[in-house]
């Protein structure tokens, strides 16, 4: 499985954006980039996930590199809600649910 | 449309006492995974189950975790006897089969949190 490194916390001011990093620069070239997060006292929650393009949807936007060594999670207006770990996870393929979980980034948002 | 249904939300036992925990996934999701996650740490796959056929558990701690899911919808997990450092949240989550539309996306319960004294 491909590594992952991401900050251990990030902090943003409510409705400003916020850009989470991640570092997968053992990724192959077919490997899926998902992105979940996890609430206080909740299981997590897909955020999104793309392979070589930008992508977005309700939630966030996700920018992925062109060598795909990297990629950042974009939420665009933080809110309150957005406080949570959130998890860069590789994967083999669009189904391969078996998600192999890092520690994660810890986003806390100040009103 | 209803989650991924766990319970319980909570339970504390003393070492050596064993421990179910029960899971209803999402209805027609044909995939279902137990996750172990401890204190300040991301989950870890226990085992993963396709309809009522185990696909993964070489993870789980066969001397004394074991899972079931008979029917090929609910599952349970147990714990048997339970030590210290069993204490953790256990998540399930459900998928739709993992060969069938590719949609990229798990969901998870809640959780169960498992105090072990």
């Known amino acids: 499985d491909a590594k992952t490194t991401q900050p251990n916390s990030m902090e943003s001011n409510e409705e400003e954006p916020v850009h989470l990093p991640c570092n997968h620069s053992?990724?192959?070239?077919?490997?899926?980039i998902h992105w979940y997060r996890q609430l206080p006292s909740q299981g997590p929650e897909y955020v999104i996930h793309?392979?070589?393009s930008n992508v977005n949807n309700r939630m966030a936007s996700l920018a992925i590199a062109e060598d795909r060594k990297s990629s950042t999670l974009i939420l665009h207006r933080a809110t309150l809600r957005d406080a949570a770990v959130y998890y860069c996870?590789?994967?083999?393929?669009?189904?391969?649910?078996?998600?192999?979980f890092g520690a994660g980034t810890t986003v806390t948002v100040r009103a | 449309e209803a989650g991924v249904a766990q319970s319980p939300r909570y339970k504390i036992i003393e070492k050596r006492q064993s421990v179910a925990f029960w899971c209803n996934p999402i209805?027609?999701?044909?995939?279902l995974y137990w996750y172990q996650q401890i204190l300040g740490q991301g989950p870890k796959l226990l085992i993963q189950?396709?309809?009522?056929?185990?696909?993964?558990d070489s993870q789980l701690p066969k001397d004394r975790f074991s899972a079931e899911r008979l029917k090929g919808v609910d599952s349970t997990l147990k714990i048997q006897p339970a030590k210290l450092e069993d204490s953790a949240v256990y998540l399930c989550?459900?998928?739709?089969?993992?060969?069938?539309?590719?949609?990229?996306?798990?969901?998870f319960g809640e959780g169960s949190r498992l105090t072990v004294l």
């Open positions: 989550a459900s998928s739709l089969d993992i060969l069938g539309p590719r949609t990229g996306e798990l969901f």
């Open positions: 053992t990724i192959s070239g077919t490997d899926y």
């Open positions: 793309g392979l070589t």
């Open positions: 996870i590789p994967t083999r393929s669009l189904n391969d649910y078996k998600l192999s």
């Open positions: 209805s027609g999701h044909a995939t």
């Open positions: 189950f396709q309809n009522n056929g185990v696909v993964d």
